[in-house]
């Protein structure tokens, strides 16, 4: 079974940056592309939103418009981790962000499961709760 922890999550200024990180464990993910998810604390399951997503080797990378520029995400395979670097945040950034990972997905479609709620996603972590004040 594949475990997802989320880490680095925390208050900050409008235009301030945060970086979460989210280690694997239970199976080796470097065949996992893999992503975040964000969620507002006093929204349903089903507003879930994507944020970004990477393929399992580090080679592509997709973003939502909302934060594409701003954010960047990476990977490590080495350590079972990836990484989501937050820039000039703005305070509708507040959410719960989740990491997401689904094994096998290849060739140019790899990112096609990270979309609305994410329910193509296989493992979940518990979250890490950012929060943007004005």
């Known amino acids: 079974q594949v475990r997802l922890v989320e880490s680095g999550g925390g208050f900050v200024q409008a235009g301030g940056s945060l970086k979460l990180s989210c280690e694997g464990s239970?199976?080796?993910?470097?065949?996992?592309?893999m992503g975040w998810f964000r969620q507002d604390p006093g929204k349903e399951r089903e507003e879930r939103e994507f944020?970004?997503?990477?393929?399992?080797?580090?080679?592509?990378?997709y973003y939502a418009d909302s934060v594409k520029v701003r954010y960047t995400i990476s990977r490590d395979n080495d350590k079972n981790t990836i990484h989501l670097q937050m820039n000039r945040l703005k305070p509708e950034d507040t959410a719960v962000y989740y990491c997401?990972?689904?094994?096998?997905?290849?060739?140019?479609?790899?990112?096609?499961?990270?979309?609305?709620?994410?329910?193509?996603?296989?493992?979940w972590g518990k979250g890490t709760l950012v929060t943007v004040s004005s």
């Open positions: 997401a990972a689904t094994p096998g997905r290849y060739g140019s479609s790899w990112s096609s499961q990270f979309v609305g709620a994410g329910y193509g996603m296989d493992y």
């Open positions: 239970g199976r080796i993910l470097n065949s996992f592309a």
């Open positions: 944020v970004a997503a990477i393929s399992w080797n580090g080679g592509s990378t």
